[in-house]
């Protein structure tokens, strides 16, 4: 596990530095932050301590080239709303999901709101038991827990909360991208797939209801990275990268964090319910599902947070499909 809780660092210079990639002269950041040039000197060496890499110029400044996982951490510390939110972050794990459960089974309570994001994953995985493909450093691989005393929220509703965090997340670092939900789980632009959501649902021996939320977003990847392994999945990639846009990792999983911390407390407002189902694709499509062992055939003609896809299927009865167990096979087109 990479942290810099050790050591003292100047994490609104960093976050100066990742926002803004052009030169900066020192006379400039200390202006910005209010503080003398000498000690944006000090702070600029004490960064590369951490890792992080820089590029000089003599007349135009200093730019951040690329920053260690060391400082994700307190970075995230820094711009979180919620103070003592548990973080860890490791270079690589077997699964986010997986550290993240162990975090609810030792600390209980304490853990809820706890992150865990990873370099690099050697045995990510997705919904039904699909394996999750990613490669090192290309994308955020991110996993949260919800410890819920009490509460009937549905894995279906964590999977809405989530999708809608990530797509207004995204939106707001890459404005010029209309993100949409492919129903349940996967966060689409332009028909390809830029991220995945998994939600792990559990009871733990003191009864506490437990979920651990997982999100999988497709950053830095380039067409010519895409495996052929990759390329038999069955809908198509894409990545912010590949979509021209110049996002940062740890912006954007500060970013996710605090819209998933907003939206959750919002979760029951008819607007985010509207705006979720607005960012949907399959309302009102022509479909084919399959549900466990059933294959079913209809119109989509209602999604409910609790209740999950709800079809008119071909005979004319009405199901309500739940989300964690349910896979579109095929859309074929308004009904």
Known sequence: MLDSSDTNFNVALLDLLIRHQEYQTYD?????????????????DGLGAL??????????????????L??????????????????EIYEQTSSTQDVVRRLIHSRGRSADGAVVIANDQTCGRGRLG????????????????????????GGDHLILITAMSVAR???????????KIKWPNDIHVGGHKLAGILVEQFVVENGLVCAVVGVGVNVELEAGDVSFELLRLEQPLTSLKMLG??????????????????????????RVLAEWKNRNTILGQSVALKCGEY?????????????????????GS?????GQTTTVVAIHGSA
């Open 28 to 44: 400039s950041l200390a202006s910005k932050l209010v503080c003398p040039v000498q000690l944006i000197c000090n702070d600029i």
């Open 51 to 68: 890792g992080c890499r820089f590029e000089f110029h003599p007349q135009a400044g200093v730019r951040l080239v690329d920053y260690g």
């Open 70 to 87: 060391n400082t994700w951490s307190d970075y995230l510390r820094w711009r979180d709303e919620q103070p003592g939110r548990h973080i």
């Open 130 to 153: 699909r394996k999750w493909i990613s490669l090192p450093g290309c994308s955020l691989l991110m996993s949260m827990a919800r410890v819920m005393p009490g509460s009937s929220l």
């Open 169 to 179: 997340a995204v939106e707001k670092l890459a404005p010029d991208l209309d993100v």
């Open 245 to 270: 846009q110049n996002v940062d990792r740890l912006l954007l999983a500060a970013e996710i964090i605090a819209q998933a911390e907003m939206i959750f407390q919002r979760r029951d407002d008819p």
């Open 295 to 315: 294959d079913v055939s209809g119109q989509v003609v209602d999604l409910d947070p609790l209740q999950g896809l709800i079809v008119r299927s071909d005979d």
């Open 318 to 322: 009405m199901l309500h499909l739940p």
